[in-house]
T-cell receptor, first 115, second 112 residues
Framework: QQQVKQSPQSLIVQKGGISIINCAYENTAFDYFPWYQQFPGKGPALLIAIRPDVSEKKEGRFTISFNKSAKQFSLHIMDSQPGDSATYFCAASANYGGSQGNLIFGKGTKLSVKP | ETGVTQSPTHLIKTRGQQVTLRCSSQSGHNTVSWYQQALGQGPQFIFQYYREEENGRGNFPPRFSGLQFPNYSSELNVNALELDDSALYLC???????????FGPGTRLTVL
């Protein structure tokens, strides 16, 4: 069954702290794992993405850690800021013979960063 | 470079009516995917269009249909609207060979 499980559902972090959101997947055919950030009333914005050939990818304050054997990946937000307060979605997709597959999303994590 | 645009922003319809939502893909992108996002949930894949043909479909009934035009823009049509169709409808564009999908701002559909 194609499913992506995301936790926690909500997260409160103090300004300057580290926010960690976790996702687990079942389909071993998945080969692309993006994270999206969504503000209220807006569409999801691509934040950072990783493929299974690397275990970690860092872009600024955002880091994805990927554990292929455990079928888990996580988003770390370093030095969290109030402006990071949003809903974060993990997703996964598989590429079949060069044809892009659809994204399977987790249920989202609502992050609140307190000043 | 122009991003993904969607119209209208908001729409209110009555149960049983039909609705058409529109999407213009990002410059250089030839693939459009549509997603439904219910309140408090992650987006769910409806279908994808490439070269004006449906290129994959999620678990949505046939009353959800679409079109893609030669300029890669797309329409989502929903017939016989039901109350549960109330959601944010998102369009995402991409270049087929890549996985990166870029979303538009969405259309908020309310069915009364």
């Amino acid at each position: 069954q194609q499913q992506v499980k995301q936790s926690p559902q909500s997260l409160i972090v103090q300004k300057g702290g580290i926010s960690i959101i976790n996702c687990a997947y079942e389909n071993t055919a998945f080969d692309y794992f993006p994270w999206y950030q969504q503000f209220p009333g807006k569409g999801p914005a691509l934040l950072i993405a990783i493929r299974p050939d690397v275990s970690e990818k860092k872009e600024g304050r955002f880091t994805i850690s990927f554990n292929k054997s455990a079928k888990q990946f996580s988003l770390h937000i370093m030095d969290s800021q109030p402006g990071d307060s949003a809903t974060y979605f993990c997703a996964a997709s598989a590429n079949y013979g060069g044809s892009q597959g659809n994204l399977i999303f987790g249920k989202g994590t609502k992050l609140s960063v307190k000043p | 470079e122009t991003g993904v645009t969607q119209s209208p922003t908001h729409l209110i319809k009555t149960r049983g009516q039909q609705v058409t939502l529109r999407c213009s893909s990002q410059s250089g992108h030839n693939t459009v995917s549509w997603y439904q996002q219910a309140l408090g949930q992650g987006p769910q894949f409806i279908f994808q269009y490439y070269r004006e043909e449906e290129n994959g479909r999620g678990n949505f009934p046939p009353r959800f249909s679409g079109l893609q035009f030669p300029n890669y823009s797309s329409e989502l049509n929903v017939n016989a609207l039901e109350l549960d169709d109330s959601a944010l409808y998102l369009c995402a564009s991409s270049f087929l060979a890549a996985n990166e999908q870029f979303f538009g701002p969405g259309t908020r559909l309310t069915v009364l």
